[in-house]
């Protein structure tokens, strides 16, 4: 069975900084899918970043990016230039290519403080 | 971009009597629809995964009779928590696939938060 874990329930930084939040996770498969999604105060889930683990590329969407080492399975994602909007739950997930049940990890609330 | 609406967006109920849960795709055929239950500060689990026309394939643990699940049209599924009790208060998600699009891509509702007293 795949697991993820986010070790950090919270996470507060300064508007402006830049933050890394961590998610490791575990699986035999080869082929799959890593995702970052957002759930502000509005509790809408917003997907912010997905990852292919076919490419050695690390995905990048704006001020977002993830760090993909794929033989240590760790998928962190760092927001940089952190704005009040940032401030939101973050949940890690894991999607096996050619399924469709997505499996989350525990979430980190992050704070933006201005 | 793909929009998922949930009705009621928060319910109050007496415990004893059943609640529905509409979960609508608005601009897309949702050939796969899923189910999800957040408790306050966690994480989002799973309830069940339904394709439509076909019965709805429950997560270990999900009682099948409490937590009616059908998906009758490509746009509607609907979660009806049959006999609520306290512990059934929770907040409710439902996400959608698009079946032109990858299996990756799912849309969440805005999730429906339901009081049983």
């Known amino acids: 069975a795949q697991t993820v874990t986010q070790s950090q329930p919270e996470m507060s930084v300064q508007e402006a900084e830049t933050v890394t939040l961590s998610c490791t996770y575990d699986?035999?498969?080869?082929?799959?899918?890593l995702f970052w999604y957002k759930q502000p105060p509005s509790r809408q889930m917003i997907l912010v970043i997905r990852q292919e683990a076919y490419k050695q590329q690390n995905a990048t969407e704006n001020r977002f990016s993830v760090n993909f080492q794929k033989a240590a399975k760790s998928f962190s994602l760092k927001i940089s230039d952190s704005q009040l909007g940032d401030t939101a739950m973050y949940f890690c997930?894991?999607?096996?290519?050619?399924?469709?049940?997505?499996?989350f990890g525990q979430g980190t609330r992050l704070t933006i403080n201005p | 971009g793909a929009v998922v609406s949930q009705h009621p967006s928060r319910v109050i109920c007496k415990s004893g009597t059943s609640v529905k849960i509409e979960c609508r795709s608005l601009d897309f055929q949702a050939t796969t629809m899923f189910w999800y239950r957040q408790f306050p500060k966690k994480s989002l689990m799973l309830m069940a995964t339904?394709?439509?026309?076909?019965?709805?394939?429950?997560e270990q643990g999900v009682e099948k009779d409490k937590f009616l699940i059908n998906h009758a049209s490509l746009t509607l599924s609907t979660l009806t928590v049959t006999s609520a009790h306290p512990e059934d208060s929770s907040f409710y998600i439902c996400?959608?696939?698009?079946?032109?699009?990858?299996?990756?891509?799912?849309?969440f509702g805005p999730g429906t938060r339901l009081l049983v007293l």
């Open positions: 699986t035999s498969e080869n082929n799959y899918y």
């Open positions: 997930a894991f999607l096996i290519q050619g399924a469709q049940k997505l499996v």
């Open positions: 996400s959608a696939r698009d079946g032109d699009r990858p299996l990756w891509d799912q849309y």
């Open positions: 339904s394709n439509e026309g076909s019965k709805a394939t429950y």
